[in-house]
């Protein structure tokens, strides 16, 4: 059974930083394109940042760009978000989600891709 679990998450002033962590067990990290989402409190869900299969091919929304870096240890089956700089619009719970794929150089940020989720972790800027 394939399992994602988000950690990493919390309240942090803005200007701060986080570092989230998706865990996957239950099948090999690598097999998968792995993706964050968001969802803000009255919003849709929001595709932020993706990351293939090798590392080679990452996307980052408009709005996250030069702030969120992804990246991934296949070793340890976690792929990590860092956030920096971070602003109250960031507020809300991230999501990991992956797409097994063949290809090891495509990612994507479609939330209908995507197979299997974790369960979210919370993240809420505020002073």
């Known amino acids: 059974q394939l399992q994602l679990v988000e950690s990493g998450g919390g309240l942090v002033q803005p200007g701060g930083s986080l570092r989230l962590s998706c865990t996957v067990s239950?099948?090999?990290?690598?097999?998968?394109?792995i993706a964050w989402f968001r969802q803000a409190p009255g919003k849709r869900r929001e595709g932020v940042s993706c990351?293939?299969?090798?590392?080679?091919?990452?996307e980052y929304a408009d709005s996250v760009k030069s702030r969120f870096t992804i990246s991934r240890d296949n070793a340890k089956n976690t792929v990590y978000l860092q956030i920096d700089t971070l602003k109250p619009e960031d507020t809300g719970v991230y999501y990991c989600?992956?797409?097994?794929?063949?290809?090891?150089?495509?990612?994507?940020?479609?939330?209908?891709?995507?197979?299997?989720w974790g369960q979210g972790t919370q993240v809420t800027v505020s002073s």
């Open positions: 990351i293939s299969r090798n590392s080679g091919e990452t």
């Open positions: 989600a992956v797409k097994r794929l063949e290809y090891v150089s495509l990612c994507f940020l479609s939330a209908d891709e995507f197979d299997y």
């Open positions: 239950g099948r090999p990290a690598d097999l998968y394109a």
